[in-house]
């Protein structure tokens, strides 16, 4: 199959869960392409054109730091191909890191997805549910409560204050769009500067107020999500434990230096997925990581959830061939049921 992925910027990407799922793509035979969520091209009345890099199969790279040096490398040359010779389209940026000097870039990824997605091609996840989850901290309250801690979303700053006092004074402040640990706060009532906090994050937008859940000062876990179902692969289940390093950081955010830890699948952990998958199948969101601390789902990530390549360090497959053979599948059912089957039902389809 002809596959392409869209990161934020070839040059910047670092080596994460995107390049992993590629590089086994790649040696699974298939046409590579990569391109950055800016090299969109669009045509009256024609396809929309990718600007992309397509890697060439041989020779095969033993490392992936060495299979991405080699997407990289200035001497691999971008062409532009029509996105209608593309068999899938691969959303993988990340709209809530992008710079405040490329907000450009937040929408228009899953925009032009759409438009793709209109002309046949598959995309996952599927791009008009995850404009319906583009502020995922918005579409996970759309779940149950029974799984949630007690939260609330303003830009109000009599309302925040309402909520710390009815939460025993004490609550974690985040940015409604946002990730990566950016900008969240743990507000106790010894917190200083209160206030001022309150108005610098409220000046960005809106802001969700969260219950503080005290089990979170030994970690929270990632649980990877394929098709509703938790990903797995030779026995083995994409849980992932991320542990503070620092005992007085309540955020576990690996790009802030949390550690990651093999993880059992609790009973609790279990009844999360459990009434959240059907939502994400019907919606048709492929790949989804869920963050639980005990007994609470505390964020969703749908728009470009990682982890996968910290699993071999930890002791846990790769899982990258369990994914890529999930979308080889859909591949087959498409080409049996001759698009009958829309995307939305093919990008969950196990």
């Not at 206030?195 to 859940?213: R, S």
Request: proline share 3%; hydrophobic share 40%.
């Amino acid at each position: 199959m002809k596959i392409c992925f869209v990161i934020s910027d070839i040059e910047s990407e670092a080596v994460g869960t995107s390049v992993v799922l590629m590089k086994k793509a790649h040696e699974r035979g298939h046409d590579l392409y990569v391109m950055s969520v800016g090299d969109f091209i669009f045509h009256h009345d024609k396809p929309i054109s990718l600007r992309c890099k397509k890697v060439p199969k041989t020779p095969k790279s033993r490392t992936v730091d060495k299979f991405w040096e080699r997407v990289q490398d200035e001497e691999l040359k971008y062409k532009v191909i029509s996105s209608s010779d593309m068999d899938v389209l691969f959303l993988r940026n990340n709209p809530t890191e992008e710079a405040d000097d490329r907000h450009w870039a937040e929408h228009s990824g899953i925009a032009f997805a759409r438009m793709i997605q209109q002309n046949g091609v598959l995309v996952l996840n599927d791009a008009f549910a995850m404009s319906h989850a583009f502020i995922d901290k918005l579409y996970f309250e759309e779940l149950p409560s029974l799984i949630k801690p007690n939260s609330l979303i303003s830009r109000n700053k009599e309302d925040l204050l309402k909520f710390w006092k009815d939460n025993g004074k004490k609550m974690v402040l985040k940015p409604l769009e946002g990730s990566g640990g950016q900008n969240v706060y743990l507000i106790d009532k010894d917190k200083k500067n209160l206030n001022q906090i309150i108005e610098t994050i409220t000046e960005k937008g809106y802001v969700i107020a969260q219950e503080f859940l005290p089990e979170v000062s030994k970690g929270d876990v990632r649980v990877i999500l394929m098709n509703g179902k938790i990903l797995e692969e030779d026995g083995e289940q994409a849980v992932i434990r991320r542990v503070n390093k620092d005992a007085s950081e309540f955020r576990s955010n690996l790009a802030l230096g949390a550690k990651a830890e093999k993880a059992k699948l609790t009973p609790e952990m279990q009844r999360i997925v459990d009434v959240t998958a059907p939502k994400l199948i019907k919606d048709g969101l492929f790949f989804v990581g869920l963050d639980i601390v005990k007994d609470k789902l505390i964020e969703i990530n749908v728009l470009s959830p990682g982890g996968l390549d910290y699993c071999q360090d930890i002791g846990l497959p790769a899982f990258t061939d369990t994914v890529i053979e999930a979308i080889e599948r859909k591949m087959e059912y498409k080409k049996h049921y001759k698009n009958n089957l829309s995307n939305r039902e093919l990008a969950t389809m196990d």
